[in-house]
């Protein structure tokens, strides 16, 4: 799946801009770019905001490098109200945290972004999405008995949204929301829709400007490798409880 460019859009609200006007050697139009990178950056981080806490369940597995900065992925076990349990993929900086430590079993809160990426397996694209972590803050047991799992995502609708119902006559739909974060990338994020949601969401458009609030959940499912070959996978996706076409 390639990447498409979704056009920036400025924020209304008032931000805080670091004063750059008559640095040495900057003309007054470099400087009033640099403020509309400063808005549009923070705009970014505005767009795509995840809250969570739960149960590291995995040791840190190394997953790259960035300017000699190195990220590593864990997972949170994170509790439903329903006592049923999602396993978030968490992305977390080495500078964050001490990845040579065993914390498993320890319980965390995280705020950051739900960030996706294309990885190429067997001919084809898979879309790989994990939580990445700005903060990451521990926490005690008890402090987790509330859990948190909320996600905000400010986007547009980049296929259009599947629309069915289960055999149960429950409606569902999916949407296929990219979600703009700096230097021109996107994020791929794919959220299901329930009921009068659904129904709401089958009629929007290809590029249509959509806010979502909702949680995190992981579903397993069957995918079959072959004629006679089938392998457990778990697909990660944003299960939406309010959303608005802008």
């Not at 996978?233 to 802008?246: I, M, N």
Request: charged share 30%.
């Amino acid at each position: 799946m390639r990447a498409s460019s979704h056009r920036f859009y400025r924020p209304t609200s008032k931000t805080s801009i670091p004063d750059i006007n008559g640095m040495p050697g900057k003309s007054a139009e470099k400087s009033e770019k640099r403020k509309e990178n400063y808005i549009m950056a923070d705009k970014i981080i505005e767009n795509n905001q995840v809250s969570i806490t739960g149960k590291i369940t995995t040791g840190f597995s190394f997953s790259h490098q960035v300017y000699g900065e190195g990220f590593y992925m864990t997972e949170l076990l994170v509790k439903r109200l329903s006592e049923s349990e999602d396993r978030i993929p968490v992305m977390v900086s080495e500078r964050l945290v001490d990845v040579t430590q065993d914390y498993i079993g320890e319980y965390v809160e995280i705020h950051g972004q739900f960030r996706s990426y294309n990885r190429h397996e067997e001919k084809h694209n898979r879309l790989v999405l994990s939580a990445f972590a700005r903060e990451l803050r521990f926490i005690e047991e008890e402090e987790a008995m509330t859990p948190v799992n909320q996600i905000f995502l400010d986007g547009y609708i980049c296929k259009p949204p599947v629309y069915r119902k289960t055999p149960l006559g429950r409606e569902i739909a999916d949407l296929l929301l990219a979600v703009n974060r700096p230097y021109g990338k996107s994020d791929y994020i794919p959220c299901i829709c329930w009921g009068r949601n659904a129904r709401y969401a089958s009629a929007f458009e290809v590029g249509g400007h959509v806010l979502i609030w909702g949680r995190i959940q992981s579903r397993e499912y069957m995918k079959r490798i072959g004629e006679n070959e089938t392998q457990k996978r778990t697909a990660y996706e944003v299960s939406v409880s309010k959303l608005e076409y802008v």
